[in-house]
């Protein structure tokens, strides 16, 4: 157990130095965190705001601890999906097992480390996702001292089984693709296909669910029992049930018998992982970073294929476009979220395409003042582009073979383009695919749909300027997998944070000023482009110095 | 020719890496750069290479000051870093063709060299696999090579002999015998005396940052014996990997 707790506090020191930190800026790092709080707040406070509305309701008719039984089986749902993403990086893309091996450690204590690393970043999640609603429900109804104890309990035990289930699943599927040697495209493979699945439930849930927002509808649902999620996950984790038994009970001696039933399930959740680890983790993870070769000599069009000359930048993009698709965790964080995030974005959409009211508005709405609309297509490509890291991890992806770069005589502006290129090319994929799904559900004009590329063009060029900004300040070079340089950094968090910012201030800008279409677009095409012009002129001028500076 | 005057550099104000360094390696000459772990090598190859900047001090590289302009002074060497677990996801012959790129080698020349480079190191089978498939020596031959397709007129070298096999070693001391004898440069940096024995026509030798002894071997076998101070350095730098 010693050896648990102490191999868990040493993962957690190593993936906590995000970014590379220089001396004296943890101040820093401290107030960009508060600004993200900052940013999330809204959010928790519409959520506190949306749980009290609900409790009001509910508790006219005496059925308020529905809400808990909603935001306990939510928060299931969220750490199980979560935890496939954490108990990948973690099990497996972190390569401190080859380090760990060889140490006198048991499977046992390894894996249990890695449980709570994972668990420690469930704890995280959990805090933002269900702290403010157990928090309000217990003011709401007075509820006592038991109340506060057993909801810290739960908080804290609530995550364990659905990680483990997760943990599971995904050593299953490690195990049995850990074959051949074109394991990492089976994983990748296997990858899409789970995102899509994640996707293709959401849209069930969604369309299930279509009037979320509908505060009174979802009240009716809650309590005629056909809330989908809800019985969804409480179907999936029986246990959650016994959770929020133990809560609303927790004035009596039943509650503490539910309770008890509770932590009895999750030590059989336990078991069952610790079980299945012992037969499922070592013959996944081994021999993780090995890729078999062919030994076959190239000759004759092959070889002139692969030593085709070509000009110094454009071999370098090349370079940083084979690494990309060649990585899983690269192709996942800066190649797919172009592909598939317009998807998630426009979700929303497919309920409106059932609804002929809405869509009548919202033609209506976009030939009426049409202004807004491009505004509003300018500001999904630019929060798309703020979502992919391939131009805010351009320098972090290197590591340790950046330092060999900087030996390199190559003009910085070549380097610059070389960086700026795959990022680019990436978002402006994006841009048509997210005009592809617009196209396929609203009624948009050719116009429009022109325009808004116009627009939006110079849009993600900025997005992707300032990632490599970013970098530029701060990478992250010192990792030791893949999956750690783009991960674990926080590079990405500023980047999608500032596609957030500069999209709300394009849409209130436009909203503010009303103009129609072709003004606005040209305007916004013109504001783009010549701050595009201007950050390339800062890129240029002192991104060399800044690079100099970057040592280690 | 590398020339350093005054060089200096300190990772965190506290202590020098490296302390205020004088040395000048000539052409025609593999110059050795000996001292014991830690003791400012590799900071002072990055320093040379651009990778760094120095505190204080400067480095012209056959006259070209490198802090004054880079790109020619990058232009005029090849570096062969101690860590050679780089461009991992590279195919060999796509990483030695990304650096011949890089350094503008028209097609057939690269292509010839290439041949040539792979035949000797015994790589030939490997061009066409990930690097990620490599050996530690493996690895360590083809960052060499990515560097040699270029033909730099100085090779500076990080602990090159490290992990390599002794066929693969006697190819590349062979090869840094040939380019130091057509009256260029070669500067490569080693923790063991034995090697800089049988290499070097001149070697310098470097404790906690600065040059403590430079000139050729003989001379510093005699000067080892007339400082007896030196002697603990001196077993540090004879004993064997
Ligand atoms: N990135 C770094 N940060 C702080 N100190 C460093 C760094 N790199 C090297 N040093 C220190 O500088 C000294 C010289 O290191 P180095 O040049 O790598 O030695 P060598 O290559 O001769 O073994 C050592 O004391 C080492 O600890
Ligand atoms: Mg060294």
């Excluded at chain 2, 232009?75 to 011949?100: I, N």
């Amino acid at each position: 157990m010693n050896n648990i707790w102490l191999l868990t506090k040493i993962m957690l020191k190593n993936s906590s130095r995000m970014g590379a930190r220089k001396k004296g800026s943890e101040w820093k790092s401290l107030m960009l965190v508060a600004l993200m709080l900052i940013g999330f707040l809204p959010m928790i406070i519409s959520g506190v705001w949306f749980v009290a509305e609900m409790y009001d309701g509910l508790a006219q008719i005496g059925q308020e601890s529905a809400i808990l039984g909603m935001g306990l089986a939510m928060v299931s749902c969220a750490i199980f999906v979560l935890g496939i993403v954490y108990v990948i990086t973690v099990f497996y893309y972190s390569q401190d097992v080859e380090h760990l091996l060889p140490l006198p450690l048991a499977p046992r204590e390894i894996l249990g480390a890695k449980f709570l690393v994972a668990l420690f970043y469930e704890y995280l999640t959990e805090l933002v996702l269900i702290g403010p609603l157990l928090v309000v429900y217990g003011v709401k109804s007075d509820a006592g001292v038991l109340y506060y104890l057993f909801a810290i309990v739960l908080f804290l035990v609530v995550p364990v089984v659905p990680l483990a289930l997760s943990s599971i699943l995904v050593m299953l599927f490690m195990r049995f693709t850990n074959i051949g040697k074109r394991k990492d495209r089976l994983r990748l493979i296997g990858g899409i296909v789970g995102i899509g699945a994640v996707l293709g439930f959401q849209y069930f849930i969604q369309r299930q669910n279509s009037a979320m927002e509908d505060i009174e509808q979802m009240q009716q649902q809650l309590l005629s029992g056909e809330n989908v999620l809800l019985n969804l996950a409480t179907q999936i984790f029986p246990s959650t049930k016994l959770a929020v038994l133990a809560l609303v009970e927790s004035g009596y001696w039943s509650g503490l018998g539910y309770l008890f039933a509770f932590l009895l399930a999750t030590l059989a959740g336990i078991l069952l992982f610790s079980f299945a680890g012992d037969r499922l983790y070592f013959a996944g993870v081994m021999g993780i970073s090995d890729s078999a070769g062919t030994r076959r000599k190239v000759e004759g069009h092959a070889f002139a294929k692969l030593a085709q000359m070509r000009p110094a930048w454009w071999s370098y993009t090349i370079k940083e476009w084979r690494v990309i698709w060649r990585t899983p965790a690269y192709m996942l964080n800066c190649l797919l979220p172009s592909l598939l995030m317009p998807f998630l974005i426009l979700i929303p959409l497919v309920g409106i395409q059932d609804r002929k009211d809405l869509l009548e508005a919202f033609r209506g709405w976009i030939t009426g003042t049409g202004g807004i609309s491009v505004a509003i297509f300018l500001a999904g490509s630019i929060v798309l582009a703020g979502m992919n890291s391939a131009s805010v991890t351009a320098i972090t992806r290197e590591g340790q073979a950046f330092f060999l770069s900087k030996s390199f005589p190559l003009p910085f502006r070549q380097f610059l383009l070389a960086k700026l290129f795959p990022g680019t090319i990436l978002s402006i994929l994006s841009i048509f695919v997210l005009l592809a799904i617009a196209v396929w559900f609203l009624p948009i004009t050719p116009l429009l749909a022109g325009l808004a590329v116009f627009v939006s063009i110079p849009g993600v060029m900025l997005m992707n300027q300032f990632g490599f900004l970013i970098d530029l300040q701060r990478p992250k070079l010192s990792w030791t997998s893949e999956q750690e340089a783009v991960k674990q950094n926080i590079n990405p968090l500023f980047s999608l944070l500032f596609g957030g910012v500069l999209a709300a201030i394009t849409i209130l800008g436009v909203v503010s000023w009303g103009g129609s279409l072709i003004p606005v677009a040209l305007v916004l095409f013109l504001v783009f482009g010549i701050l595009n012009l201007m950050l390339y002129q800062v890129l240029v001028k002192k991104g060399p110095e800044w690079m100099d500076k970057i040592e280690k | 020719m590398i020339e350093l005057n005054g060089v200096s550099k300190s990772y965190n104000g506290i202590r020098r890496a490296v302390d205020n360094l004088d040395l000048t390696i000539p052409d025609g000459e593999i110059f050795g750069f000996l001292g014991p772990n830690g003791a400012g090598k590799t900071t002072t190859i990055k320093m040379i290479t651009g990778i760094i900047k120095p505190d204080a001090g400067q480095i012209r590289i056959n006259g070209t000051d490198i802090a004054a302009d880079p790109i020619k002074a990058k232009q005029r060497f090849g570096y062969v870093p101690d860590s050679p677990d780089l461009f991992l996801r590279l195919k060999g012959l796509e990483y030695v063709s990304f650096m011949a790129d890089i350094y503008g080698v028209e097609q057939e020349l690269r292509n010839s060299r290439i041949e040539t480079l792979a035949k000797r190191f015994d790589m030939l089978d490997a061009l066409g696999d990930t690097i990620q498939s490599y050996s530690h020596g493996m690895r360590q031959k083809i960052v060499i090579m990515g560097v040699l397709v270029h033909h730099p007129e100085v090779w500076i070298l990080d602990e090159p002999l490290t992990g390599l096999d002794p066929k693969s070693s006697f190819t590349l001391k062979e090869m840094m015998r040939e380019h130091a004898d057509s009256g260029r440069t070669v500067f490569f940096s080693t923790h063991v005396l034995e090697v800089a024995e049988k290499l070097c026509d001149r070697v310098a030798i470097i404790n906690k940052g600065k040059i403590l002894f430079c000139g050729t071997f003989p001379q510093m076998q005699e000067h080892f014996q007339s400082h007896e101070s030196l002697e603990s350095l001196f077993l540090e730098l004879t004993k064997h990997e």
